[in-house]
Nanobody
Framework: VQLQAYGGGLVQAGGSLRLSCAAS????????MGWFRQAPGKEREFVAA????????YYADSVKGRFTISRENAKNTVYLQMNNLKPEDTAVYYC???????????????WGQGTQVTVSS
């Protein structure tokens, strides 16, 4: 599985961005998909995950109520809608895929390249 993330950019605080991650292969629906981020000088942290059919989602406390993860299995794509962005959301965002659903503990079978999100104050 190859993952291609895009949609990052520069936005003012309070603004919105939508990240997308397109996956190759024909088994997309078999993977739990998620997003992580890494800010300069900090460790990579879990942001959100969505289960195979999209019924179940999980979020880091820091983004609950502001970010929404979704997926379109027919398009092999997972999204991260980010609203009310804050300067502390500035980071490189990575998408990830895992067959066993271990994303919340930082384990993934596949990682995409990152996309930069910068939030100005």
């Amino acid at each position: 599985v190859q993952l291609q993330a895009y949609g990052g950019g520069l936005v003012q605080a309070g603004g919105s961005l939508r990240l997308s991650c397109a996956a190759s292969g024909r088994t997309f629906s078999s993977y739990v998909m998620g997003w992580f981020r890494q800010a300069p000088g900090k460790e990579r942290e879990f942001v959100a995950a969505i289960w195979y059919s999209g019924v179940s989602t999980y979020y880091a406390d820091s983004v609950k109520g502001r970010f929404t993860i979704s997926r379109e299995n027919a398009k092999n794509t997972v999204y991260l809608q980010m609203n009310n962005l804050k300067p502390e959301d500035t980071a490189v965002y990575y998408c990830a895929a895992d067959l066993q659903g271990r994303l919340r503990i930082g384990i993934a079978d596949y990682w995409g390249q990152g996309t930069q999100v910068t939030v100005s104050s």
